[in-house]
């Protein structure tokens, strides 16, 4: 459980004890159903994390885009409000750039969120590779977090910041990584196999 939906359930619950109070209890379950939901949504469920020279996915959901771009492969993974928001990092190494770019809250399953959208652009290198994904705000996820900085060292799968409410996230893969994913899948995060390594 990420400690923030914690705090959010509490404000709800006293939210709706004091309108239930104040007024009818009915009154106050709206409120008590919205601090159940921000339990089940901000839910951290530990993940078997695969070995060997794959690079895992950083979030939950449907991937949405597999395609070329600029020499190698975009993979773009949209979360609904029911999927976990917790993201993990693709690749073991070390975090060598970590941009936030102020943008719009497009609905975050359309192609325009990838490059329009308030984000937040990691860079991953490790064993001769270097990968790149993005947290992307969507229509109603308006806090990008993450928990890193430059010259951090990550391992493949660990957990490195979250979406609130309905987001995006992209991932770029250079030539030297076979795509294990098509447009249509459902993936976990750092337990579903994106991309192996050419040769390995």
């Not at 490059?115 to 969507?138: C, L, P, W, Y």
């Not at 928990?147 to 951090?152: A, E, L, V």
């Not at 493949?156 to 098509?182: C, H, N």
């Amino acid at each position: 459980m990420v400690i923030d939906g914690i705090y959010y359930a509490l404000g709800f619950t006293l939210g709706g004890l004091a309108v239930s109070y104040l007024t009818k209890p009915a009154f106050g379950l709206p409120l008590f159903i919205l601090a159940a939901f921000c339990l089940y949504f901000f839910r951290d469920p530990d993940r078997a994390v695969p070995a060997g020279n794959v690079a895992v996915s950083p979030a939950d959901g449907k991937v949405v885009v597999v395609r070329p771009e600029d020499g190698g492969t975009r993979i773009s993974i949209f979360l609904n409000v029911f999927d976990v928001h917790v993201n993990r990092t693709p690749i073991s190494g070390r975090i060598t750039k970590v941009e936030y770019q102020k943008g719009k809250f497009l609905v975050a399953s359309k192609e325009e969120a990838s490059t329009e959208n308030e984000m937040n652009t990691v860079t991953v290198e490790g064993d001769g590779s270097r990968v790149v994904f993005k947290q992307i705000a969507g229509l109603i996820a308006r806090r990008i977090v993450f928990w890193k900085k430059p010259g951090d060292t990550v391992q493949r799968g660990e957990r490195v910041g979250l979406i609130k409410f309905g987001s995006r996230v992209d991932i770029w893969f250079g030539p030297e990584w076979e795509i294990a994913v098509r447009t249509g899948e459902r993936v976990s995060a750092a337990s579903t196999v994106l991309a192996k390594k050419k040769g390995s």
